[in-house]
């Protein structure tokens, strides 16, 4: 009785698993590229992953629809795999595998995304730092003395071979 709207919705929802994969492949290739600081290959990959996400929500949305059509509301895989068992039995099996698909896929997709921000963090910290350096090392010297010409820097940069006090 449901059979092609189960096959359309299967269909899409295989989609979607193959669009996260992809999605996954792009977050792996985005870990590699923040490991080596190539900023020019990050904004490429960047508009790809936004590509694919466009599509995903596309995908989505037809799920959505797909889903509405066939049980009559917005569902997630255990409604869809309750409806089967009590409509399409021969079809809960098919709905059980991609279930398992869609969870290995949203954990490996969700710690991925971590790794990236974590390494986006430390990239921010290490360039903060080499930033402050930079700033200091050209900063004005000539406040760092006192009426008396002696240095009132508290930093340990001395960046002279000869410390001696004159």
């Known amino acids: 009785m449901y059979t092609q709207q189960f096959k359309k919705l299967i269909a899409l929802i295989d989609k979607e698993i193959e669009a996260y994969s992809k999605l996954k492949d792009l977050f792996e290739e985005k870990k590699e590229l923040l490991k080596k600081a190539k900023a020019d290959d990050l904004g490429v ?3 790809k992953i936004l590509a694919l996400n ?6 989505n949305n037809a ?3 797909a889903s509405i059509e066939l049980i009559g509301k917005d569902g997630c895989m255990s409604d869809f795999i309750s409806f ?26 969700a710690l991925l995304n971590n790794q990236n921000v974590e390494l986006i963090k430390h990239g921010i910290t290490i360039t903060n730092k080499m930033l402050e350096t930079i700033v200091n090392a050209f900063a004005p010297q000539g406040s760092i003395y006192n009426g ?8 340990d940069l001395d960046m002279w071979t000869i410390n001696e006090e004159i």
């Open 45 to 47: 990959l960047d508009n």
């Open 54 to 59: 466009d599509s995903i929500v596309k995908l």
């Open 63 to 65: 799920r959505k629809s």
């Open 84 to 109: 089967a068992e009590v409509n399409q039995p021969d079809q809960k099996e098919a709905l059980l595998l991609r279930k398992d698909k869609i969870c290995n896929n949203f954990e490996q997709l």
């Open 148 to 155: 008396a010409g002696k240095t009132t820097d508290t930093h």
